[in-house]
T-cell receptor, first 110, second 113 residues
Framework: GESVGLHLPTLSVQEGDNSIINCAYSNSASDYFIWYKQESGKGPQFIIDIRSNMDKRQGQRVTVLLNKTVKHLSLQIAATQPGDSAVYFC?????????FGTGTSLTVIP | DSGVTQTPKHLITATGQRVTLRCSPR?????VYWYQQSLDQGLQFLIQ???????AKGNILERFSAQQFPDLHSELNLSSLELGDSALYFC????????????FGPGTRLTVL
């Protein structure tokens, strides 16, 4: 199967700092990538996506960077807030299926 | 609230049994996806339906089956349950396009004893 790996299983940041969550993907045919946030006891929530014809996409306080050369995806969260504490998944989509990473747990320290 | 509903929220059953999980997509969404999330793995894509037809198949076991009904709700049937089937099962829905955002339901936690 596909392999979508996360570089760090846990990440702790101070409130107000920027957070960077990294993700490596394995399939060079993947043309669509998504970041999801999952809070405890809830289903994943869409944060931001990017297509393979882009290198960068910005949302509200979040930016996704795509480096196709090294098959790397990152999620940057600006001015991290306590409400950002959650598990973050990246997902890639080669063809019809989505493949998800195991997740990075982000803890925001007040 | 994503607009996707799943029932039941929790399900406890024994090995060898069969269960049915139900999902109602967001109003207007034609695609339904099923995922399994266990403690030692991330989300695993199981299957996708679009307007009643199977569109994509992932790592779904032969003991598992799904369908989408004319009213667009979907059911995931799990049979001959094993301890390893204990997991969270999520349903997601989208409008139906290849890059449409998927909205996830709250999940059903299945415990097989």
């Amino acid at each position: 199967g596909e392999s979508v790996g996360l570089h760090l299983p846990t990440l702790s940041v101070q409130e107000g700092d920027n957070s960077i969550i990294n993700c490596a993907y394995s399939n060079s045919a993947s043309d669509y990538f998504i970041w999801y946030k999952q809070e405890s006891g809830k289903g994943p929530q869409f944060i931001i996506d990017i297509r393979s014809n882009m290198d960068k996409r910005q949302g509200q306080r979040v930016t996704v960077l795509l480096n196709k050369t090294v098959k790397h995806l990152s999620l940057q969260i600006a001015a991290t807030q306590p409400g950002d504490s959650a598990v973050y998944f990246c997902a890639e989509k080669p063809g019809n299926q989505f493949y998800f990473g195991t997740g990075t747990s982000l803890t925001v320290i007040p | 609230d994503s607009g996707v509903t799943q029932t039941p929220k929790h399900l406890i059953t024994a090995t060898g049994q069969r269960v049915t999980l139900r999902c109602s997509p967001r109003s207007g969404d034609l695609s339904v996806y099923w995922y399994q999330q266990s403690l030692d793995q991330g989300l695993q894509f199981l299957i996708q339906y679009y307007n009643g037809e199977e569109r994509a198949k992932g790592n779904i076991l032969e003991r598992f089956s799904a369908q989408q009904f004319p009213d667009l709700h979907s059911e995931l049937n799990l049979s001959s349950l094993e301890l390893g089937d204990s997991a969270l099962y999520f349903c997601a829905s989208s409008v139906g396009g290849a890059w449409d955002t998927q909205y996830f339901g709250p999940g059903t936690r299945l415990t097989v004893l």
